[in-house]
């Protein structure tokens, strides 16, 4: 599996998400989603970036992520010890012949009705990723006339903070014999 | 009292403080502000022609001082001219700081006249950059910059600060401490790490010293000697690394890499242990990289822990400064030979008879002209291993990591990992800067030299006598080179025709310099001569080379380097070699 959840810890400093973003297109790391926000700190913000790693290695990620000066933590969610969820809202298709069905599918997975209009209404859901893809395949059948999701946020489980966790690490890497670069002509 | 100041005069004093004693800049519409300062301060300001001259003096003027190098230019056209020096210093990790003055912070993000997003540009080859729009963060931001070039693994950092900024006022106040979270290079090595190194030494047959710029830049070249003595092993110094080990050592076997020794490259490929540090299995050095040593365990020390594993799995990985790690391995490897003491004469036999059998050589040209190979390396004999050698990119550039001798560290001087061409000059006038006291020597191409050689007047003006030789090959001579190799010498747009214009003798006198001229290979050492003792003025020799002369060994590119060739279509004579 090549897919890989890191929590990292920045500071809240002007262009912190460029120099994340510019260090992922330059090193060509894929990222498939990227949530930012505020923590208990204010001078700490927390990315939540899952990564699709095809060719390179996870420990070599961290390590140049560590070199950004603004970057203070960085700690990988495994699927055992945390806890990850996505938030969506929709707008399906709800014509008043279909609309009883819409509310149940959208109850099925504790998905909460935000707005209404006569043809449409607007679902609210939070979750596993699983839960929601699910969802939204529920809902196709009825017309998906717009979507929005969060990219997922993760927290570890138990009561240690990745603060606790990360802030007195140096991020020496520990590499995996079979993650050297491929062969290139230059 | 009230320590009120401008923006600008924070600036300049921060630098002070920062113990900044000569920088390299134009000015410009936003930085103007703080020239008016600059006007006052005892911080040498040396006024170049380009901007990219301001960045490459600062990058030589650090290599050879140890010191961060310091360049200064306006916002918009004046900071993209620095991109370049400082990418090529984020390449090979020079300790630099540029500041750039930026627009009104009102006016950034409305295309304003002489705007450009420096920050932004810069992101992807700094080690970290600034951009203060309030003159209060102006010290701060300048003492982290200087403490985040110079400690860890160095590198440049850029200080962007809008024209406001400069103008309005400010308390001064020296930060009494640095407080970076997210910022803590670890210097010393584990001590089990050490542990680990010395055991796979202790049992190693064929173990190399594989040496990159990293040892230079840590100060460690006379650890090294001793831990090379105490080891035996072959020592093999990178493009970066030359002088970091003396070249005249009989346990030296040069430099490894493309057109490295057939020994240097031979000994990585068929060593079983490679004692790398501070270097970073770079693509010129490993070749293919899945044929590189494949038999040989890897100990990497380095700074910088992103280095590690990066191309190459390293079995013990070392993360902390190369001097500091080099020093623990030498009483962990005595207690271990104390043991056992491998015996490595077999090993010793193989390379020495491939260093004796395959010397790196050239041949003077048969139509008489003059071998760019034998001036450059009558310039080395001449001129002496205390003298500093700064050279541009392409042939000339190799041929001078072959063909001078390097004693000492800090002495060699290029453009290593972005391989700039017009590096020479304006890092050859930031050494002189740096080493007023000694004979520095820009070895340059034509090329390369009509590039930058503007900063030749900055030098005449302002006492920097440089001397620059132009290995005149009339051509972009390793384009050339690949073209006739791999491209049915179908030589596209690589003749600079620079015998015929322009007349660099000429030229360097129109721009305040000495240009002296060589054609004939009996002139070469009187020439040389006559540059050596002008000390008054920069001087500019135009040598006169052959033009088909060529740089061997070569490992082409993407190719492995057990595919080394001697010369053109002729690989070494492997079967009498017992590996």
């Not at chain 2, 430099?255 to 020994?263: K, N």
């Not at chain 2, 193989?350 to 059998?357: E, F, I, N, V």
């Amino acid at each position: 599996m090549a897919t890989h959840t890191l929590s990292v810890l920045v500071e809240n400093s002007p262009g912190v998400l460029a120099r994340v973003a510019s260090l992922f297109s330059r090193r060509g790391y894929n990222i498939d989603s990227l949530a930012v926000g505020p923590t208990e700190n204010s001078e700490i913000s927390r990315m939540t970036i899952v990564l699709n790693l095809e060719g390179h290695a996870l420990d070599q990620v961290i390590a140049q992520l560590f070199k950004l000066v603004n970057v203070i933590g960085i700690s990988e969610m495994t699927e055992a010890d945390s806890i990850k969820r996505e938030a969506l809202l929709v707008k399906v298709k709800a014509k008043k012949s279909d609309r009883e069905k819409v509310l149940e599918v959208s109850k099925k997975f504790n998905g909460v009705i935000v707005d209404e209009t006569d043809d449409s209404v607007t679902i609210e859901a939070t979750g596993p990723s699983a839960d929601i893809e699910a969802l939204l395949n529920s809902l196709e059948q009825f017309g998906i006339k717009e979507l929005v999701q969060s990219g997922l946020i993760a927290l570890e489980r138990g009561s240690i903070t990745l603060a606790d966790r990360t802030l007195s690490t140096s991020g020496v890497a520990i590499s995996d014999p079979n993650s050297a670069t491929a062969d290139y002509q230059n | 009292m009230s320590n009120q100041v401008t923006g600008a005069q924070a600036l300049v004093k921060s630098l002070e403080h920062a113990g900044v004693d000569v920088m390299f800049g134009i000015p410009g519409g936003a930085i103007l502000p703080a020239y008016d300062p600059i006007y006052d301060s005892k911080i040498r300001h040396i006024l170049v022609r380009h901007e990219q001259g301001a960045g490459h003096a600062a990058t030589g003027y650090a290599q050879v001082t140890g010191r961060v190098g310091v360049c200064i230019a306006t916002s918009g056209p004046g900071a993209t001219n620095l991109v370049t020096p400082i990418g090529d210093a984020a390449m090979d990790s020079v300790p630099m700081v540029a500041i750039t003055g930026q627009v009104p912070s009102a006016a950034i993000g409305t295309d304003a006249f002489q705007e450009a997003d420096i920050r932004g540009i810069t992101m992807p080859i700094t080690k970290h950059n600034y951009l203060i729009t309030n003159p209060d963060d102006i010290p701060r931001a300048i003492a982290e910059a200087f403490h985040i070039a110079s400690t860890g693994r160095p590198g440049p950092v850029l200080v962007d600060i809008a024209k406001d900024a400069l103008q309005k006022m400010t308390e001064l106040k020296w930060p009494s401490k640095i407080n970076l979270a997210g910022y803590n290079p670890k210097t010393k090595p584990d001590s089990q790490a050490i542990r680990d190194a010395a055991a796979l030494i202790a049992q190693s047959r064929k173990p190399v010293l594989y040496i990159g710029g990293g040892v230079i830049k840590a100060n460690a070249s006379k650890q090294l000697l001793k831990l090379a003595e105490l080891t035996g092993a072959p020592v093999v110094t990178t493009l970066m690394a030359r002088g970091a080990f003396p070249d005249s050592h009989q346990l030296h076997l040069g430099m490894p890499g493309m057109h490295g020794t057939v020994a240097a490259v031979t000994a990585l490929q068929k060593s079983d242990l490679l004692i790398t540090l501070g270097a970073r299995f770079d693509d010129r050095v490993t070749g293919k990289l899945s044929t590189f040593a494949v038999n040989a365990k890897i100990i990497h020390a380095d700074i910088d822990p992103a280095e590690i594993g990066k191309n190459r799995f390293a079995d013990v990985a070392i993360v902390g400064d190369v001097g500091e790690a080099i020093t623990a391995l030498i009483p962990a490897l005595e207690a271990e030979f104390k043991k056992s003491k491998p015996d490595l004469t077999q090993w010793w036999s193989q390379m020495g008879s491939l260093r004796a059998k395959y010397p790196v050589g050239y041949d003077h040209p048969a139509d008489g002209s003059v071998s760019p190979q034998y001036v450059i390396e009558r310039i080395g004999a001449i001129s002496g291993p205390d003298s500093i050698y700064v050279a541009g990119v392409g042939q000339h550039q190799m041929w001078a990591s072959q063909f001078v001798k390097y004693e000492k560290p800090r002495t060699w001087l290029n453009s290593g990992g972005a391989g700039t061409m017009g590096y020479a000059v304006p890092a050859a006038m930031g050494a002189k800067v740096g080493a007023p006291d000694t004979t520095v020597w820009a070895i340059d191409g034509d090329g390369c030299f009509q590039m930058t050689n503007q900063e030749l007047v900055t030098c005449a003006l302002n006492n920097i006598p440089i001397k620059v030789a132009i290995i005149n090959n009339e051509s972009l001579g390793m384009v050339r080179q690949w073209q006739t190799l791999f491209y049915n010498s179908r030589y596209s747009n690589t003749s600079l025709e620079s015998k015929r214009i322009p007349d660099f003798v000429k030229l360097a006198d129109a721009m305040g310099c000495v240009g002296l001229r060589c054609d004939t290979t009996g002139d070469v050492d009187k020439v040389i001569k006559e540059a050596m003792a002008i000390n008054d003025q920069p001087v500019v020799v135009d040598f006169s080379v052959f033009r088909d002369a060529m740089v061997w060994p070569m490992v082409a590119a993407g190719t492995s380097n057990d595919d080394i060739m001697v010369a053109r279509e002729t690989a070494p004579d492997w079967d009498s070699q017992e590996l």
